[in-house]
T-cell receptor, first 114, second 108 residues
Framework: NAGVTQTPKFRVLKTGQSMTLLCAQDMNHEYMYWYRQDPGMGLRLIHYSVGEGTTAKGEVPDGYNVSRLKKQNFLLGLESAAPSQTSVYFC?????????????FGPGTRLTVL | GIQVEQSPPDLILQEGANSTLRCNFSDSVNNLQWFHQNPWGQLINLFYIPSGTKQNGRLSATTVATERYSLLYISSSQTTDSGVYFCAVGGGAQKLVFGQGTRLTINP
């Protein structure tokens, strides 16, 4: 099992450019999440999904869109990148079952917006 | 929303020492996880512990849900234990709220 994988690992964008980050999980988890981590801080939730075709906003959703067309994939889009979106992005997944809803994280994508 | 506070923010120890990291949270939770973020940025799951006590080798954790805190114990520290330790708690819809972390440095 690969667990949670993220593509790409690194990316540099210019202000105003767009891009999509891909997250894939092979654990058949129902729930998937996107977080961002800024220097010296903990992770903050951007968006999450409780199942195929459903998404919801987290703590810091502005400037991002997401889609969950397949159970195993969760996409994070930046339509018009801004320097404030320079960060490390982590994807995670978990089951829905209480008492077993441990979240597992991917390796992260380091994004720099110039 | 739930507030999570970790202490101390920084901890510097010699190899072989023991340490205790604390996580306080402001509301009842149904998920609590401890992570180690290594120097390469990777998040490693240490414990899933919404209540009770667990041990894994030199590491152990205790969560007292009724008093809203969790403790992570590291015994006989090694240089590879260096990094940032995060506590994260979940209230609803399995969403995790992270603390600011404790940066642990183990010197040889």
């Amino acid at each position: 099992n690969a667990g949670v994988t993220q593509t790409p690992k690194f990316r540099v964008l210019k202000t105003g450019q767009s891009m999509t980050l891909l997250c894939a999980q092979d654990m058949n988890h129902e729930y998937m999440y996107w977080y961002r981590q800024d220097p010296g801080m903990g992770l903050r939730l951007i968006h999450y999904s409780v199942g195929e075709g459903t998404t919801a906003k987290g703590e810091v959703p502005d400037g991002y869109n997401v889609s969950r067309l397949k159970k195993q994939n969760f996409l994070l889009g930046l339509e018009s990148a801004a320097p404030s979106q320079t960060s490390v992005y982590f994807c995670a997944s978990s089951t829905y079952r209480k008492g077993a809803d441990e979240q597992f994280f991917g390796p992260g994508t380091r994004l720099t917006v110039l | 929303g739930i507030q999570v506070e970790q202490s101390p923010p920084d901890l510097i120890l010699q190899e072989g020492a023991n340490s205790t990291l604390r996580c306080n949270f402001s509301d009842s939770v149904n998920n609590l996880q401890w992570f180690h973020q290594n120097p390469w940025g990777q998040l490693i799951n240490l414990f899933y512990i919404p209540s009770g006590t667990k041990q894994n080798g030199r590491l152990s954790a205790t969560t007292v849900a009724t008093e809203r805190y969790s403790l992570l114990y590291i015994s006989s520290s090694q240089t590879t234990d260096s990094g940032v330790y995060f506590c994260a708690v979940g209230g609803g819809a399995q969403k995790l709220v992270f603390g600011q972390g404790t940066r642990l440095t183990i010197n040889p």
